[in-house]
């Protein structure tokens, strides 16, 4: 016991795969100073059971990136530490059954490509090249990833292992940590039944223990952590002569095939297959009184419940005959813990500074080695190379109990494959934080959707017009919300129209020195007393970290508000720059918002309010609306005179109520998306990211490089300044638009190569087009240039047009 450590740089706490990772590229970023904690022998956890697939493919820009760096990393790993693995680059083959199946591969297929992955559509006539033993019958498209396979995660694990202890990094076995205490200086001692270990930061990657480790950090101002730990199965079967027979012939395994509208994969598995079913019959463990989570259940699994994978082993059994010549070899039937959405939590633990997570990891084995490179990003720099935000465990707030982890996670493992269309609202989990105008909206004809909880209406639909979920399942524009978004926008801009936009984060911040400390964080100039405008913040290469708009009601006093989604992640950001000197408190749940637009709505403001309706746009002041105390913004996210009336959330009914019944028509977020589309307005974390800096972002006129204060990213925007950069955001319109608009990330073309990437896209009503923001590398971003978008595999040509609106370029319609 005399050379336990006492003391470490980082603490990790859990040996599986991606504990592991991090503690390796720490050291290979040359932190060797750190510790990794394991209670039981390494792999312990899920990963010892962990079926070890190893795909490229996945719906999720960042995702994607993240498993493309770890198979790159697989294909080198043993060489580089010295540890033989078994890696099997088999290929994949995956199967779709429809016609909005087909799209998808088409458009993950086209993202792979410009990523640099040799992923291809091929034709269902050729699946038999591939693999001889695949029935093609009702298949509508297939996608070929040559690089996909599977690992050995044991192996993968103890390679990782050591290349970190010869790096000098320290890993713990059988020795379970037990809590954590915080000192007055943000260093933490981590408690371990072989003693105490002080250290500058920890990592909770404990899998799915990570909710009982979350509840050490709660004392600090952590909070429960939302996971579900999920069964799932899959089973191995006796060797079958025809699989051995053809693997012998050819000298390597079957690709592996997943048939995800049946939802399961099928590989092969030493000389017999493995199956795996994402059931939608499935079961959460460990979620009752009569089912407690146990202190530990190392390499153990649960009883088998083979009956829950009936229809998918007979569906397989047609799909791939040869299964059905087989007996069961082995069944294994693990947790494996689900957030609410089935991606990870990678980034830092909320609440809780020197705090971070990684856990939750469904693809633990893919996303592994992507995920270590994420996590020491994380700990070393304090940002990461790509924006990580769909892994970020920020992205949950604290609508995110016990009762909506459950509903989601078994919701998100039943349709594991399920198509994330942009017009469908998943219905498990809803309801968590309600509008006082939620029962009018629904009234009214609102279609709701969730935005970091708060239930907001999508569009509003008339009588007679489809409401059921099965209508939102396309990509296509065309569906009967595109009829209730035209009426919408139509009244928003050419009469008078209401938003009720409960849920917008925002934040007081007070104390002398405060217009001070914001000049010296954000990149531009801040607005005078009474006045409001946009504020940027940057990490230290000059990106985006976020967008805030500055409200300011005296020298030092002033309102910050951003995206709902953004309530934890801005709040934790701008406190971590922050002196304590300062006070900044979230108001979010005391106020509510409605967005009235249109060219009538001075008129109609004017029978309900006492406001200065003559103030200019940006201006803010205290009025009354409907005899209630209101704060009026002359701002307009719709890009149309209008106004944002705040009050506080008691009185938010008794406002919308009067502005509805003094004729506004309701409109929804769909709308709201289409109309700022059409004025280039950015969206946070699409448009606004860490993936571009607030120059490529075409925000330059947000930036001050002379100004005195010396912001983050001062630097290195002005050496991009001098040298030029490499790419620019452009506005563009397609010239003949197919059925859908340009979804996230789609390639844009020039010259036979990608020279840029879609952030966002929409119809735009008003001027009778399909418009693209996105950036484009700067030779190519000229206005009048032609470019193609690929969507959905087909290319599109489209215009890049002037950097300003394509509606009412000069704001004299929002200025009126």
Known sequence: MSDFPTTARVVIIGGGVVGVSTLYHLA??????????????????????????????????????????????????????????NYHVTGALRLGHTKERAQEF???????????????????????????????????????????????????TQALAKGARDLGARIERFCPATGVTQKDNGEWIVHTEKGDITCEKVVN???????????????????????????????????????????????????????????????????????????????????????????????????????????YIEDAMERVPVLGTAGVGRNINGPIPYAPDGLPMIGPMPGVTNAFEAHSFTFGIVQGGGAGKVMAEWLIHGETEMDMWAVDPRRYTDYADAEYCEAKALETYGHEYGMHFPHKMWPAGRDKKLSP???????????????????????????????????????????????????????????????????????????????????????????????MNLGYFADSRGRIVTEVTVIRWGEDDFWLMTAAVAQWHDFEFLKSRMPDSLTMTDITTEWSTALVSGAKSRDLMAQISDGDLEAGWLSIQDATVAGKPCKLFRINFAGELGWEVHSKFEDAATVYTAIRDAGAAPFGMFALNAMRVEKGYRAWKGDLSTDYTILEGGLERFVRLNKEQDFPGKAALMSEKQQGSKKMFATMTLDNPGPQDAPYMSPIWAGGEVVGETTSGDWGHRIGKSVALGMVRTDVNKPGNKVEIQIYGEKYTATIHDDQPLWDPENDRIRA
């Open 106 to 156: 088409a458009q993950v297929c086209s993202q792979a490509q410009a990523m640099g992955l040799p992923l291809e559509m091929i034709g269902i006539e050729d699946v038999k090249k591939y693999n001889p033993f695949v029935e093609t019958h009702d298949l509508s498209a297939v996608l070929w990833d040559p690089l996909d396979g599977d690992i050995d995660p044991a192996q993968l």
């Open 205 to 311: 990657a404990a899998g799915y223990y990570a909710a009982r480790v979350g509840e050490w950090f709660k004392p600090y101002g952590g909070r429960d952590v939302p996971l579900t730990v999920m069964s799932h199965q899959y089973f191995l079967t006796e060797e079958i002569p025809e699989i051995a027979a053809w693997t012998k012939e050819n000298g390597k395994k079957t690709p592996m095939i997943r048939d995800v509208d049946s939802s399961y994969y099928l590989r092969q598995d030493k000389n017999g297959l493995n199956l795996g079913p994402y059931e939608r019959n499935c079961k959460a463990h460990w979620v009752t009184k009569d089912d407690p989570m146990p202190h530990d259940f190392s390499f153990q699994l649960y009883p088998d419940d083979l009956e829950r994978l009936e229809w």
């Open 28 to 85: 290979k970023e040359g932190w060797t100073d750190c510790v990794l904690l394991e209670k039981n022998e390494l792999t312990a956890g899920s990963t010892w059971h962990a079926a070890g697939n190893c795909p490229n493919f996945a719906p999720n820009w960042a995702v994607m990136n993240m498993q493309r760096y770890s198979l790159e990393m697989y294909r080198t790993l043993a060489d580089d530490v010295d540890y033989p693995m």
């Open 437 to 531: 105008n939620h029962d009018a909206l629904i009234a009214s004809g609102g279609q709701m959707g969730a935005y970091n909880g708060w239930e907001r209406a999508t569009w509003f639909a008339q009588d007679g017009e489809d409401t059921s979920v099965e209508a939102t399942e396309t990509w296509g524009r065309a569906g009967p919300w595109e009829a209730g978004i035209k009426r919408e926008v139509e009244a928003a801009t050419n009469d008078v129209a209401v938003l009720d936009m409960p849920g917008f984060s925002r934040y007081t911040l007070t104390g002398a020195g405060a217009a001070e400390w914001l000049r010296g964080q954000i990149s531009g100039a801040l607005p005078k007393v009474g006045r």
